[in-house]
């Protein structure tokens, strides 16, 4: 996993996600970075240590610099996963999962219409995402010889062909 851990929203995702995945047995590999020079030490460490996957945590960080998580992924043939479809598996990496980024955008333009029209932000709600977009990019998956069940492809709401 990697994570910007000197943002602490970043390192609190990281903690939930890498104790998610201790609860089903997955071993974590936490590789956390704080500056652009850090991944050149993180790929090091997955040179010695070869991850079975890569689970990237999106902050600016690890975002403007996804596209060396990208190639590094594919020159390995080591499955990228990331929270954002846009621009993660847009530009090459494997999957992704998460909130769909428009649904979210478009209620925080809802939330903050309601400001300017004079709600108090303490009496509104708490909101959620509720959609979850699963997206794929198959020409990834040909390219680093990772083959995804076709049931599994089928769940995708975006495939990348």
């Known amino acids: 996993m990697l994570w910007n851990r000197d943002d602490l929203g970043m390192s609190m995702r990281y903690d939930a996600s890498a104790g998610a995945a201790r609860s089903l047995d997955v071993a974590v590999q936490p590789l956390g970075l704080r500056e652009p020079d850090d991944f050149n030490g993180v790929f090091e460490a997955m040179d010695r240590d070869r991850p079975d ?39 090459g990496g494997l999957m992704s999962y998460g909130p769909d ?11 903050t219409a309601r400001i300017f029209a004079g709600a108090r932000p303490a009496d509104l709600p708490f909101e959620e995402p509720t959609r979850y977009k699963l997206v794929i990019n198959l020409k990834t998956a040909k390219a680093t010889d990772i083959e995804l069940p076709e049931n599994f492809v089928a769940l995708a709401d975006e495939v990348i062909e």
């Open 101 to 111: 980024l428009n649904e979210s955008m478009e209620r925080a333009a809802d939330l």
């Open 53 to 91: 996957a890569i689970f990237m945590v999106a902050d600016a960080l690890t975002t403007l610099n996804r596209k060396r998580v990208v190639d590094y992924a594919g020159a390995h043939h080591i499955p990228a996963l990331y929270e954002y479809d846009v621009p993660n598996v847009q530009d």
